[in-house]
């Protein structure tokens, strides 16, 4: 592990000259069949689209790092390269410990089963055995407070039901690493308050790494100590939260 000869904490999360491009279609292609037509017929172009253009940057154990952007900026883009659910098409980027992922509402869920189904689905996909989600059902359901709801299928839960389930489910134990893009703001003001006081006892102990997305600029300054700002995949400045958010800011004045 990188051990800062100054005593500092090591870093948990290096995010090394990272690139993300996709390949879009430059036509609509209305069916399967317009497409395999298109294909068989070398037709078909795609323009390259570059949503992270060369960032880098590193957060260090205990650290808590807001990311701020506007919309289509390549925040989530960032939070699922550093999850692994994205390979980046240029650079590296790597992260010490275990993650526990809040990024896209429902990911991991299959709207078709229960909730109760669907919590052990989602720790399976986390890495929990059954054994321990056993033990751990009970809490989850508490801090969810869905009692009552836990054999209805997931189809006919609320977005801020099923934020309920998933933030209940990746907050059960202290993980390395947290990363919160956005799930809480479906959540009503009791339930905000509750992750809120939660994810402030994982900083307060020290041990959580937290990447948190929020474009409540109040709450990226109220939670994180540094910020990175990234404008249509360009990172455009790193630093204290403050200095961070007010540039943000600025470039609407
Ligand atoms: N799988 C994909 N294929 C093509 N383009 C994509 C894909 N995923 C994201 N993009 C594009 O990358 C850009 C960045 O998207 P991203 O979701 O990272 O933005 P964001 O900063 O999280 O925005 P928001 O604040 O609205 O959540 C957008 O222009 C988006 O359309
Ligand atoms: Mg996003």
Redesign the pocket.
């Known amino acids: 592990m990188a051990q800062d000869t100054r005593g500092a904490a090591p870093s948990v999360i290096e995010v090394n000259d990272v690139s993300m491009v996709?390949n879009?279609a430059s036509e609509q292609l209305n069916s399967l069949k317009e497409y395999f037509i298109a294909l068989a017929k070398h037709q078909l172009f795609f323009k390259e689209?570059r949503?992270l253009d060369h960032i880098s940057f590193s957060v260090r154990k205990g650290e808590v790092l807001g990311l701020v952007?506007?919309?289509?900026?390549?925040?989530?883009?960032?939070l699922k390269i550093i999850a692994g659910v994205l390979e980046p098409s240029e650079g590296s980027c790597t992260v010490r410990g275990n993650i526990a992922p809040l990024i896209e509402l429902g990911a991991g869920f299959d709207v078709e089963l229960t909730a109760r189904e669907n919590i052990y689905l989602n720790g399976a996909l986390l890495g929990y055995s059954k054994h321990f989600m056993d033990e751990h059902l009970d809490d989850i359901i508490e801090f969810a407070e869905l009692r009552d709801f836990m054999d209805v299928p997931l189809k006919n839960y609320s977005s801020g039901m099923v934020a309920r389930i998933a933030f209940a489910i990746a907050t059960v134990v202290e993980p390395d690493v947290l990363i919160v893009?956005?799930t809480l703001s479906v959540g009503d003001v009791f339930f905000q308050e509750k992750c809120e006081r939660r994810i402030q006892s994982f900083i307060d102990s020290g041990n959580v790494t937290v990447l948190f997305?929020s474009?409540s600029l109040e709450q990226v300054e109220r939670l994180c100590t540094r910020a990175v700002w990234?404008e249509h995949?360009v990172q455009r400045m790193v630093g204290p939260v403050k200095d961070v958010c007010r540039a943000y800011r600025q470039q609407f004045d």
């Open positions: 996709f879009m689209f949503a952007g506007t919309n289509g900026s390549g925040k989530s883009t960032m893009d956005e997305v474009h990234i995949g």
